[in-house]
C-alpha cells in the first residue's frame, strides 16, 4: 500500500492513503542506512492492523527534493510569511531565510500578511525594498480576504512550504486556505492531533486539487552558516546590475572606495535596508572565518 507521510513526531509517522490515516513506525532498516522519513515523503506501507489503523513504514519511495531546514521532502516551492506590522516584521530575518531557500535551489514566495493593520506608506516602503530581489511578493489580510485569490494563483498545483515568526497570522492564513476543506480532513484532523494556533511539528495539508502546503513551526532566528562571505552577494538579485561598477575585482561592497554598489544605495537605486543585512551578514560570516 503507498501513501504520504503528512506529520512526524516522537518517532510516529502518520501516513495519508486516500484520506485514511495510518499510524506507522519506521522499520529499523532506516536507522541501519542512516536514512529518516519525512514529512512529505511517499512511502510503501506494511498493514499491522486496519481496523485500527496501524503500520509500518516499509518503504521509501524516490524523493524529487529535500530540505534540510524545514526538514520536509517533495516540496515544490517557499512562502515566506511576516506581518506588515503586530509584530513588525524583521527584515533581516527574511533575508536569512531567502538565502537559505536560495541555497536549497527552492523558488520563494515573500508573503506579508496584515494588511488591514498597515498605513499605505508602510507597504509601499516593503514593496520598493523587495521589488528587486528576484522573488515573488504579495500583500495580504488573513482577517479579510484582501490577496488571498492572488495568492491561490501561487499555490495551485504545488506543494509549497510555509514559514515565518510566530505571531504573523500564518496559521489563521492556512485555515483560511483550507476552508471547505477543514470539514472534509475533521477526523483527520482529531487522529494526528492538529493544534488550532501553534505549530510544533512539520504537517502536510491538502488546500485544493493538486495543491499542498505544510505548515512549519515559526521561528525566531536563522543563522547563515554554510555561505562564503565572498558568495554572500550573489544572493542579493539587485545588486548584479551595479557590479561591473566597482573597481576592484572581489569588491566585498563594504569598505571599498569605488563601489557600484554602495554608489546604487546612495543613489537609491539600491535598498539601504537589504544593503545593511547585507553588511550585517557579510561581517558574521566574515568573522566565523576567523574564529
Request: hydrophobic share 35%; aromatic share 8%; glycine share 8%.
Amino acid at each position: 500500500m503507498q501513501g504520504k507521510i503528512v506529520k512526524g513526531i516522537a518517532g510516529f509517522y502518520y501516513v495519508n492513503v486516500d484520506g485514511k490515516i495510518y499510524e506507522c513506525k519506521a522499520k529499523g532498516v532506516f536507522r541501519k542506512d542512516h536514512r529518516k522519513p519525512l514529512v512529505g515523503d511517499d512511502v510503501r506501507l506494511e498493514i499491522l492492523d486496519e481496523e485500527k489503523k496501524l503500520g509500518n513504514v516499509a518503504e521509501l519511495l524516490p524523493r524529487k527534493s529535500e530540505l534540510i531546514r524545514p526538514a520536509v521532502a517533495n516540496v515544490d516551492q517557499a512562502m515566506v510569511i511576516f506581518a506588515v506590522t503586530s509584530p513588525a516584521p524583521n527584515l533581516n530575518l527574511l533575508d536569512r531565510f531567502l538565502i537559505m531557500m536560495d541555497r536549497q535551489k527552492l523558488p520563494c514566495l515573500i508573503c506579508f500578511n496584515k494588511v488591514d493593520l498597515g498605513d499605505a506608506a508602510l507597504i509601499e516602503n516593503y514593496r520598493k525594498t523587495y521589488e528587486n530581489s528576484g522573488h515573488p511578493m504579495l500583500f495580504i489580510s488573513a482577517k479579510n480576504g484582501l490577496g488571498l485569490e492572488d495568492l491561490k494563483v501561487y499555490l495551485q498545483g504545488k506543494t509549497t512550504t510555509v514559514a515565518g515568526p510566530s505571531g504573523v497570522g500564518k496559521s489563521s492564513l492556512i485555515n483560511l486556505l483550507l476552508g471547505e476543506s477543514t470539514m472534509e480532513t475533521g477526523s483527520l484532523s482529531a487522529k494526528i492531533d492538529r493544534g488550532k494556533h501553534t505549530t510544533r511539528h512539520s504537517e502536510l495539508l491538502q488546500i485544493g486539487p493538486e495543491s499542498f502546503i505544510f505548515d512549519t513551526p515559526g521561528f525566531s532566528s536563522l543563522e547563515v552558516t554554510d555561505v562564503e562571505k565572498e558568495e554572500l552577494a550573489g544572493y542579493y538579485a539587485e545588486f548584479d546590475p551595479f557590479e561591473k561598477y566597482c573597481r576592484f575585482g572581489g569588491c566585498s561592497h563594504v569598505t571599498e572606495p569605488i563601489c557600484g554598489i554602495r554608489q546604487a544605495v546612495r543613489d537609491g537605486e539600491i535598498s539601504h535596508i537589504r544593503y545593511e543585512n547585507y553588511c550585517q551578514l557579510y561581517e558574521e560570516l566574515k568573522a566565523k572565518k576567523r574564529y
